[in-house]
């Protein structure tokens, strides 16, 4: 599995590089020891920064969701404009009533691509988050009124960190925009 | 100290070492709960940041920045014009949806415009999609017919597209649909012209059906075989006016293998049905097109003109209140209401429409006509404006007349209804507006108002129809033309 991970961080090398950045830095700001600053490495720590746990459970919710918020914004307008041509107004490489090279066409591929390689690098390590999960919900941690208003991201954040330990997100979310571009 | 070597494999964690510089642990270097000795620590928390990766982050927000601007300037309105339609289109609204997507349409090509201008011309900047099209090109199957939409693929999608997924998934049905009736239609010209007849009539009936389903064959499509029985109804009609019966026989067959080709038959079916006196069937159609599509403004007005036939002038003006539902303050609106009431007799009830089709309509077209007349390109809801408002006008003018209002009447016409039919066809370069009941309004205001130079101009257009001649003639009245509706041209 490990192999799946490392060539869809291959592939969405830029936004991984970029991710690892994001970690870095917020690591400085929280103060947390980081271990080893290579963002690229052929294990598991690819796209990540090698880093000592944190200790407590807000240091560690406020890591693993702030994290991804850059590479989450900046994917947004990419992936909604790619994916409206791809998916709903079916735009081909040729325009339709000029017969012309599409510019719109491979600027939506670019688009894609930009959009995508952010999407699926905004989550943090699967460690990072099981560590985040077990400090707010076993240890409890937290306040009730906290645990409650972070569910939901921390859920997500879970399952973010889960599919793209194995790699698993860049090949559902391409195909599944491609099963919508035909179906819809 | 050298650096620690990582082990490549997992062993348990020696706690007697610090793990990253292998130093033993010991009091001065390490606190309690520490795992790494104090200048691992500080080390490692004073790791420095990779800053050439800020330019990633600068190239990629330089795309998603071109990407927000996009959005918001052109795919944010796109979209929500396409939900507007599909939600219209729901709604049956096909006319209106119809409009959303036209508004797409013209937003991409406008845009379209001004990046090529900036950036070259090569390139198609910003165009619809296939699906974008397809949806319009369905509305307009739905609208009109399959060859419809198909003639309007031919128009609209250039050449070196029509293959691949999405043409075959979107505009082949209908291209095949339009190309069926051209080539079947073409085939029986080369036919009649290979008879030898000099007038359609003279065709023998049997041998012209003969030859049609020969081209026609067992395997043909359903829009195939509608054309065929469409054909044969045309043959009939030439070949035995007097046998209505036969032409609405192969109407019906025609309408059961293909409804949306609803438009040619309730035309010819208008005919056949004022000959057989029977519209049960004609309004039934009616009615089932009207389901699918609640404001098809064509269909309420072959009901009212079919119901006006069979002087049913109470149904024809609920007939018209329904389709006043859509079509508020229209000029269809008002030319029916006002034909319907003359036709039921009632001039005062039928001149109120008079001046409110002034007053809601006049401004407008006067507007679309200075346009025209400045060479400004208009929209397809103005030309079709424009030509319903001439179409108003007349029976205005038609009013005044019975209103004994003469003067007023050839004041009227003569500037809203035939210098404007005159200059928008001089101008646009179409023979669309100067019509018939253009010529023969014109001519009868013209003439009962004493100015031969004005009739003589509109005579150089065309002749009036019988009607109106008998009516100069002093054959047939006023009352007989408009109330009696032997002014069929109006």
Known sequence: MTIIYLISKLLTYPAALLKAFWEHCLL???KVAVNDTRYMQKNEMCGHVEHELTETALKSFFYCFLQGIPNFLLSLPALFVSVSNIVFFGITPHDMTSGKVSAMFILSIVLYYVGISLWCNKSPLYEDALNMWELIYVEKKLSMPLRVLFFIPSVLIMAGSFLERYGISLFLYTAATAVLALIV | MKEFERPNRSIPKDKRFCPHCGEIKNKKSFTDDSEYCSDCKKAMLKTRVKWPVIFVFI?????SAFAAFLAVKCYIPVSSLTVKSEKLKGEKRLYEAYDKYDEINDMMAKYDDVVSNRLGTKLRWLGPGAKTLGSFVKIESEMESYSDAGAMIKSMISENVRSGYYYNKYFAPYVEAN?????????FNDYVQSTGVSDASDLSFNDAVEFI??????????HKKCYAEYLKASVAYYVMPDNAEVVQEYLNKMYEYAPDEYLKYLDLSFWACKKTGDYKKFYQVCDDVVKNNVNNKSVYEFKMD????EEKYDDALSVCTEFEKYNKNTPD?????MKIN???GDIDEAYKYVDAAEKANIDRYGDIFTDVLAQKSISKND????????QCTMWMGALMLLKDRVDDAYDYIGEYCYSFAYYYDYVAGTTSCMNQSVIDISVLCGTLAKDDEFVKNVKSSGEPSQAIQDCLDGKITLEDLFVKGRAETL
Request: aromatic fraction near 20%; proline fraction near 0%.
């Open chain 2, 179 to 187: 190309d069926d009736f051209y080539k079947l239609d073409s085939l």
């Open chain 2, 59 to 63: 190239l990629f927000a330089a795309f």
């Open chain 2, 306 to 309: 079919a119901l006006l036939n």
């Open chain 1, 28 to 30: 400085k700001m929280l």
């Open chain 2, 342 to 344: 003359t036709r039921k």
């Open chain 2, 213 to 222: 389903d020969s081209k026609t064959g067992k395997d043909a499509s359903a």
């Open chain 2, 383 to 390: 030309e079709l404006f424009f030509k319903e408002q001439l």
């Open chain 2, 333 to 337: 609106y008002f030319k029916y209401m």
